[in-house]
């Protein structure tokens, strides 16, 4: 197991951690309506696990994923995405029926930034 401690941070390799990001885990499942603050767009998602808000813009699996925050109502994760792009994501619980998300990154070569609340909405 790889852990890197760098200003109280400790960064693991989600892939060395089975039951790193529990607090997803606690997430409602079902449909979820995410809105999109700076463009006021809204998107839904279906969440069986709640790892599905870590790559809002990098649909694909495979992506390699590194915890840099694991705590009972916040995750970060750094991921990248071979020949797509990469992103860091932070997910605030305040319910378990509702998280405050925040992702940038490159996707294709261009840049996002969301900055958005998720909240349950009904079932898949």
């Given at each position: 197991?790889l852990?890197?401690?760098?200003?109280?941070?400790?960064?693991?390799?989600?892939?060395a951690?089975?039951?790193?990001?529990?607090?997803?885990?606690?997430?409602?499942?079902?449909?979820?309506?995410l809105?999109?603050?700076d463009?006021?767009?809204?998107?839904?998602?279906?969440?069986?696990?709640?790892?599905e808000?870590?790559?809002?813009?990098?649909?694909?699996?495979?992506?390699?994923?590194?915890?840099?925050?694991?705590?009972?109502?916040e995750?970060?994760?750094?991921?990248?995405?071979?020949?797509?792009?990469?992103?860091?994501?932070?997910?605030?619980?305040?319910?378990?029926?509702?998280?405050?998300?925040?992702?940038?990154?490159?996707?294709?070569?261009?840049?996002?930034?969301?900055?958005?609340?998720?909240?349950?909405?009904?079932?898949?």
């Amino acid at each position: 197991m790889l852990v890197l401690a760098a200003g109280g941070i400790s960064a693991i390799p989600a892939t060395a951690m089975p039951g790193s990001l529990a607090m997803l885990g606690t997430l409602a499942k079902g449909s979820w309506t995410l809105r999109i603050r700076d463009d006021a767009t809204q998107e839904r998602i279906c969440v069986r696990n709640g790892t599905e808000f870590v790559q809002l813009r990098h649909h694909q699996a495979g992506c390699d994923r590194l915890v840099l925050k694991d705590a009972a109502d916040e995750v970060v994760v750094q991921y990248t995405c071979r020949g797509t792009g990469y992103g860091l994501t932070t997910i605030r619980r305040e319910s378990p029926e509702l998280v405050q998300i925040q992702s940038e990154g490159i996707r294709n070569g261009r840049p996002f930034s969301i900055n958005a609340e998720a909240r349950r909405s009904g079932r898949c």
